[in-house]
């Protein structure tokens, strides 16, 4: 199989399953006893949160450790200080769009950065939202579709000067480019293990020292008490290994990927009605999200699974509903044009021949 599908998970480093064996196996403790074997699990757990800082520029001391992606969006709103108005880039994951309109249900006032159709926030936009009595807001480091890469640290700058707590999603960005907690300004930062060919089932929230955040579930005092619940202690090993690997091979990743993407975009523009979608800089190096006017999406996805090519057309976490991607839909693509839309997310084990090879089978397929 030729998988092209990174963006939605990672085939998992054999040097993290590694590292991970032995607490699935002999060192299965609870990491809160206080016994040896309690005590070997608990190392274990504090050496992986000092490796997943060291990936994104951080102390060890701000790494509360969580389910995934999901959990740590999710866990990032919950900050006593959201009392009345919120705001989010038009792009966000559904695991940030669909707990703030939870918010919005409830009462809270819900404010959109707009974004243009290549998918930076427009500047207009962003101005005129900041000026609102905001009291938290999320932008998406590098959007999971389209790989578009927003200027964090500059919005982040802003908003903290009118006291806004700021939260960035850089779970698609982690391990493809450089990922600075305090360069980015952000007050909250979600992260996932599975993105960086770790495990499944573990991520976790950077929190700015001295912000308050409540549980979402009580019962016990891990992770300070903001993430209750016994740890995964071989998935957070798993998590460790993964950022310390993604840390020393960043660089190397980084210019494979994007070698393979220049690769991909050149056999495209040879496409007849072939339409790449996103910033065709700022954008992530291993992300080529494309449309082709007058094929469906799916079916073009279905007809490439038959020849062991695996793609999406977007979100794992949000497909199958039939209807256009709503970030293409913030970026003002046509709708039909939207619906034909394809993501290839290149990895670190792919090669220039199953490149070609996928151009070679789409070319096919349009004849």
């Not at 019962?219 to 020393?248: C, D, H, L, S, Y």
């Not at 497909?319 to 670190?348: D, F, H, N």
Request: glycine share 8%; net charge neutral.
């Amino acid at each position: 199989m030729i998988y092209f599908d990174h963006n939605a998970t990672t085939p998992l480093d054999e040097r993290v399953l590694e590292a991970m064996m032995p607490f699935l196996t002999t060192f299965y403790a609870n990491p809160s006893a206080l016994y040896r074997a309690g005590r070997i699990a608990r190392s274990a757990i504090e050496a992986a949160r000092e490796q997943v800082a060291a990936l994104v520029d951080t102390t060890a001391a701000q790494v509360i450790f969580t389910s995934g992606g999901t959990e740590s969006n999710n866990l990032a709103l919950q900050v006593p200080a959201i009392k009345s108005r919120v705001a989010i880039s038009a792009t966000e994951h559904p695991c940030m769009t669909e707990p703030v309109m939870r918010l919005k249900h409830r009462g809270c006032a819900v404010e959109t950065f707009d974004v243009d159709t290549r998918g930076l926030i427009e500047q207009a936009s962003f101005e005129q939202v900041s000026r609102l009595p905001l009291d938290f807001a999320s932008i998406m480091l590098a959007n999971n579709e389209t790989g578009v890469i927003q200027d964090v640290a500059v919005y982040a700058d802003t908003l903290r000067s009118h006291n806004v707590i700021v939260h960035s999603d850089a779970v698609q960005a982690l391990g493809k480019i450089p990922v600075s907690f305090s360069k980015l300004k952000v007050h909250l930062l979600s992260l996932s293990a599975h993105k960086i060919y770790g495990p499944k089932g573990c991520g976790a929230l950077i929190v700015e020292k001295g912000l308050n955040l409540e549980p979402m579930q009580l019962g016990g005092g891990q992770e300070k008490g903001i993430r209750p619940g016994t740890e995964n202690v071989a998935a957070i090993v798993g998590f460790g290994a993964a950022a310390e690997i993604a840390k020393a091979e960043l660089d190397q990743r980084h210019d494979h990927l994007l070698k393979l993407r220049h690769r991909l975009e050149s056999g495209l523009k040879t496409v007849s009605g072939a339409v790449i979608f996103g910033h065709p800089d700022l954008r992530l190096p291993n992300t080529v999200q494309f449309g082709l006017y007058g094929v469906d999406g799916e079916m073009l996805q279905m007809q490439l699974d038959t020849k062991g090519i695996a793609i999406s057309s977007g979100s794992a976490c949000a497909s199958g509903g039939g209807k256009p991607s709503p970030v293409l839909t913030a970026m003002k693509i046509a709708p039909e044009l939207a619906k034909s839309a394809i993501r290839v997310s290149l990895g670190k084990d792919n090669t220039e021949a199953e490149v070609d090879e996928f151009l070679n089978r789409l070319t096919r397929f349009l004849l």
